[in-house]
């Protein structure tokens, strides 16, 4: 599992290869993650946006901006969390993701929170070295 805090914000990945949807013959990768957002700070802040960095591991990089996550804008009040699982695909065996959300405290103030840096790995990525 990878974790980042910011404002007393935690968000938690937990990054899952998916086989079944996945082809080694036509270079096509498939991984779910799954992310907790959890609010241990005291004031209702609201996800407005996301902002993703997809790395393959030839290096090459795609940036996906929007609203919310999987449709919706999520309010967290002070204790509460918010979960979901969402999917990307890649035409390597391996890559990693990073994000930031931006986010709005109850009093109007916007400010950003990382998504920590998380590795999607295959079992066709991984080499026995000798």
Do not use: C
């Not at 030839?58 to 699982?85: D, I």
């Amino acid at each position: 599992m990878y974790r980042a805090i910011t404002r007393q914000i935690e968000v938690t990945v937990e990054p899952a290869f998916m086989p079944e949807r996945s082809s080694v013959e036509h270079s096509r990768y498939f991984w779910a993650y799954t992310i907790v957002i959890t609010n241990t700070g005291d004031e209702t802040v609201q996800l407005k946006t996301r902002h993703w960095i997809i790395t393959d591991a030839s290096g090459k990089r795609q940036e996906v901006r929007g609203e919310g996550v999987v449709g919706e804008q999520p309010v967290l009040g002070p204790g509460e969390h918010f979960k979901y699982t969402s999917g990307v695909p890649l035409t390597t065996a391996s890559g990693f993701m990073t994000g930031r959300y931006q986010m709005v405290s109850e009093a109007g103030e916007h400010f950003e929170i990382d998504v920590p840096t998380f590795s999607l790995d295959s079992p066709a990525a991984k080499r026995v070295l000798n």
